[in-house]
């Protein structure tokens, strides 16, 4: 119908202009559908995904303790892979697009990839640290192209609490200088508040920084391995901040939705990362064979096979097998373990 209107020069219907107004409080009533709304063909390709995540890089300029990769290289796909990758993926549908890394600002590719990703009509999140927020040439491709939502990772409230977790001398400063000029041009910014050992203490300023901004704000403290299964990454967790008040109810990765890492390789999830399949040479019918690959990787295997509570489990299979092959302690992850 909304193909049919733009053919025809008509206006955007009102049942739509109601449905933006109430989701993005975005008026597009009497707006012609062509040049207010793009209007994407349908796939035609052999599978379809409406939603997908991609590390565009994994280097980052934080040396982060509680990071859950093990290794942040500096290297992936070239600039035309990249858009390569990015119009793949547009044509197998998918709206929702999540670019995150390492840290992705620091990808000298990251603008045009994401220009072109917005010019195909994806729903950009883009996951970030912040410190590079304030740069004039980032600042400008979020204006002239905005994203959906900018989610940035907050540290510390000081450059002592910042340091503590990051590594990184710049951490608070840069972070915080990027959140003031976010908050002054009017983008869509969400903080997460990362709570660990290093700023506990800090928590109420941090949340107090991020309040006088203005912006909203969540809170993470539910430190996981790493991917790999390196538990070093839990040295850095409270004990208090254990989220598991959420009953697994089952997950669609693999099958509505999956990841790409920096080389173009689509596994179900940043966490079950089995099987990968390389979307740059085997093409979008390679992931045909991810639904079975995800369904292989929620069974319940080791510790967790005839668990009789596994109805009420709060944490996914493929983070479970991570915390398994770190050894962490029950307590992070299994209601069989001692509260904390």
Request: charged share 20%; proline share 7%; aromatic share 8%.
């Amino acid at each position: 119908m909304l193909a049919d209107l733009a053919d025809q020069n008509g206006v955007v219907p009102e049942w739509f202009a109601e449905a933006a107004a109430q989701a993005w409080t975005v008026n597009l009533r009497h707006r012609p559908v062509r040049g207010a709304l793009l209007v994407r063909p349908p796939s035609t390709l052999p599978v379809t995904y409406c939603r997908a995540s991609w590390e565009i890089n994994l280097g980052c300029n934080f040396a982060c303790e509680h990071c859950y990769m093990e290794t942040r290289p500096f290297a992936g796909l070239d600039l035309p892979e990249k858009l390569h990758l990015i119009e793949t993926l547009r044509d197998m549908g998918v709206l929702w697009f999540q670019i995150t890394g390492g840290e992705p600002l620091i990808n000298p590719h990251f603008a045009p990839a994401y220009r072109a990703a917005h010019d195909a009509g994806m729903m950009l999140e883009v996951l970030t640290n912040g410190s590079r927020l304030a740069r004039p040439e980032i600042l400008d491709v979020f204006r002239a192209s905005r994203p959906h939502k900018i989610t940035v990772s907050m540290y510390g409230a000081s450059p002592e609490t910042a340091y503590a977790l990051t590594r990184a001398n710049s951490a608070f400063k840069s972070t915080y200088t990027g959140l003031v000029a976010a908050a002054d041009a009017k983008l869509p910014v969400e903080v997460t508040i990362i709570i660990t050992k290093h700023n506990i203490d800090a928590l109420e300023e941090m949340r107090a920084l991020v309040r006088d901004l203005g912006l909203a704000f969540k809170e993470f403290g539910s430190i996981s391995p790493t991917y790999t299964g390196n538990g070093s990454t839990l040295d850095s967790q409270t004990p208090g901040y254990l989220d598991k008040s959420a009953i697994f109810r089952g997950c669609p990765a693999g099958h509505t939705s999956f990841h790409v890492d920096p080389h173009g390789n689509a596994t179900m999830c940043k966490v079950g990362r089995e099987n990968p399949i390389n979307i740059i040479t085997e093409g979008p019918q390679g992931l045909l064979r991810l639904p079975a690959i995800a369904d292989a990787q929620m069974l319940r295997t080791g510790g967790c096979s005839g668990c009789t509570l596994s109805s009420t489990c709060r944490v996914c299979r493929p983070m479970a097998k991570v915390y398994q092959a770190a050894k962490a302690p029950l307590s992070h992850y299994c209601q069989h373990g001692n509260k904390e």
